[in-house]
């Protein structure tokens, strides 16, 4: 049974920084793929960032280029979303997400997704 499972969301202030981590179990871990994603109230989910298989190759949503770093360590099966200078607009669910293809996505085609993490930046 694959489960992803988030942590490291809370409350920050704005210009402040937080680290979420997602755990992978029952996935071969370096066969996939892994992204973040966000949802804010009232809002459909978007992609965030994205990380290859190996972890040489990145991408990132263009409101948060700069700010945030994905990252992987497959010898711990958990990939990781440095967030800095947040800003209220950050606010939101976070979500990671495993998909079993080569191509970061930012489309929601992925197979696994976790619970969630609430990330709520205060102004």
């Known amino acids: 049974q694959v489960q992803l499972v988030e942590s490291g969301g809370g409350l920050v202030q704005a210009g402040g920084s937080l680290r979420l981590s997602c755990a992978a179990s029952?996935?071969?871990?370096?066969?996939?793929?892994m992204g973040w994603f966000r949802q804010a109230p009232g809002k459909e989910r978007e992609f965030v960032a994205g990380?290859?298989?190996?972890?040489?190759?990145?991408s990132y949503a263009d409101s948060v280029k700069g700010r945030f770093t994905i990252s992987r360590d497959n010898a711990k099966n958990t990939v990781y979303l440095q967030m800095n200078s947040l800003k209220p607009e950050d606010t939101a669910v976070y979500y990671c997400?495993?998909?079993?293809?080569?191509?970061?996505?930012?489309?929601?085609?992925?197979?696994?997704w976790g619970q969630g993490t609430q990330v709520t930046v205060s102004s």
């Open positions: 997400a495993a998909r079993s293809g080569w191509t970061v996505l930012r489309s929601l085609t992925y197979d696994y």
């Open positions: 990380i290859n298989r190996s972890g040489s190759s990145t």
């Open positions: 029952g996935l071969t871990f370096n066969n996939y793929v």
